[in-house]
């Protein structure tokens, strides 16, 4: 569904991403664990068209989208919730969940956003707050429901827990299991390596701007120089 072949990103003079390949096949949960700064959120970026790509090819849905701009892609069904959830904090709950519907023009847009809300009650209560009021959980929270919104093919989170309560990495990664298990294709970054690959298909592994590992999620997990390097073994 989704194929990346030789991508290379800088900053300037800095190659934050360095020839890296891999696959999202149609119906997967894919895990891309790796260190501060090895490139992980580069490469989502690239991939959904905000960070210019110096080499390589994207490919999604059996064609080449690179160069194309995040609207064309989220019009595609290709949608990312950002690290730092990006919600716009001075509109309400529901207009930020009205904003993920902006390429739609269909009358189901009303029933989307009750989806939301049984998935999320804590948004539904408070559906009048102002975003930029809200805990960072109920705003990871707003930024999912606001993608979902978009009726996404597949969904890329860059780091849906950081920096939350367990309880609330709890619920977050309970979500993210469940829009899997209804048939969304899913590309989670994650530094919860255990986590990550717990809930996945299948794993690669990102250190220095390079795919180091790739495999089987049960395999990773099980792997000695994964869990001596991720998880704290
Ligand atoms: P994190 O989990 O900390 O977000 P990451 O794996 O997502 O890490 P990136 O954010 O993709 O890593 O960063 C990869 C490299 O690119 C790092 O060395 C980082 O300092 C550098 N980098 C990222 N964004 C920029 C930028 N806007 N300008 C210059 N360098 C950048």
């Known amino acids: 569904m989704l194929k990346v072949t030789g991508l290379k990103v800088a900053y300037?003079?800095?190659?934050?991403?360095?020839?890296?390949?891999?696959?999202?096949?149609?119906?997967e949960l894919v895990s891309l664990i790796g260190a501060n700064g090895a490139g992980k959120t580069t490469t989502l970026k690239a991939v959904t068209g905000t960070q210019p790509v110096a080499e390589g090819?994207?490919?999604?849905?059996?064609?080449?989208?690179?160069?194309?701009?995040?609207?064309?892609?989220?019009?595609?069904?290709?949608?990312?919730?950002?690290?730092?959830?990006?919600t716009f904090t001075r509109m309400t709950i529901v207009e930020n969940l009205q904003m993920g519907a902006f390429i739609r023009n269909d009358n189901e847009i009303?029933?989307?956003?009750?989806?939301?809300?049984?998935?999320?009650?804590?948004?539904k209560e408070r559906r009048n707050q102002l975003a930029g009021t809200m805990s960072g959980g109920e705003q990871q929270m707003l930024a999912m429901g606001r993608a979902l919104m978009a009726r996404p093919k597949v969904l890329l989170l860059d780091e849906p827990s950081m920096g939350l309560s367990p309880i609330m990495v709890d619920k977050i990664f309970e979500v993210v299991n469940?829009?899997?298990?209804r048939g969304t294709t899913v590309l989670l970054v994650e530094q919860n390596a255990s986590r990550a690959l717990g809930l996945a298909n299948r794993g690669?592994?990102?250190?220095?701007?390079?795919?180091?590992?790739?495999?089987?999620?049960?395999?990773?997990?099980n792997d000695p120089k994964v869990r001596a390097a991720y998880l704290g073994e």
């Open 178 to 181: 469940e829009i899997h298990q």
């Open 110 to 123: 009303e029933d989307d956003i009750e989806m939301v809300f049984g998935k999320f009650p804590r948004l």
């Open 12 to 27: 300037g003079g800095i190659q934050a991403v360095k020839g890296v390949n891999f696959e999202v096949h149609q119906g």
């Open 57 to 86: 090819t994207i490919e999604y849905l059996g064609r080449n989208i690179r160069g194309q701009g995040p609207w064309d892609l989220v019009k595609q069904g290709l949608v990312m919730v950002p690290e730092g959830r990006g």
């Open 204 to 221: 690669y592994v990102m250190d220095s701007g390079e795919i180091t590992m790739a495999g089987e999620a049960k395999a990773l997990l």
